[in-house]
């Protein structure tokens, strides 16, 4: 079992910054994909952010590339999401998820997490 604690969220005015940082406990942190996504209200869930279980390989949506970037720690067990630029539009629940099989895999696809956090919320408003 893997338990994903999500911080670090907030109410930023447009242009701003914040990092999110996700704390993983359980089973071999190093092993899981890891990734971020993002759900406003009455919206699906976004994909945001992709990292592979060695941090070697990352992938950002086209709508975040070149303000938002992820990265790991997994010394401490940790993937963050440093967001820069922000835009009212990224306004939402952000969250964590662990793929379990994706040691090599960076997936943008919601199905392929097997854990979820519980979403921090970011506004971005003036």
């Known amino acids: 079992q893997v338990q994903l604690v999500e911080s670090g969220g907030g109410l930023v005015q447009p242009g701003g910054s914040l990092r999110l940082s996700c704390e993983a406990s359980?089973?071999?942190?190093?092993?899981?994909?890891m990734g971020w996504f993002r759900q406003a209200p009455g919206s699906i869930r976004e994909f945001v952010a992709a990292?592979?279980?060695?941090?070697?390989?990352?992938y950002h949506a086209s709508s975040v590339r070149g303000r938002f970037a992820i990265s790991r720690n997994n010394y401490k067990n940790t993937v963050e999401l440093q967001m820069n630029s922000l835009k009212p539009e990224d306004t939402a629940l952000y969250y964590c998820a662990a793929d379990i099989n994706g040691v090599f895999r960076a997936s943008f696809n919601p199905n392929d997490y097997e854990y979820w956090g519980q979403g921090t919320p970011v506004t971005v408003s003036s």
């Open positions: 990292i592979i279980g060695t941090g070697r390989n990352k």
């Open positions: 359980g089973g071999t942190f190093s092993n899981y994909g």
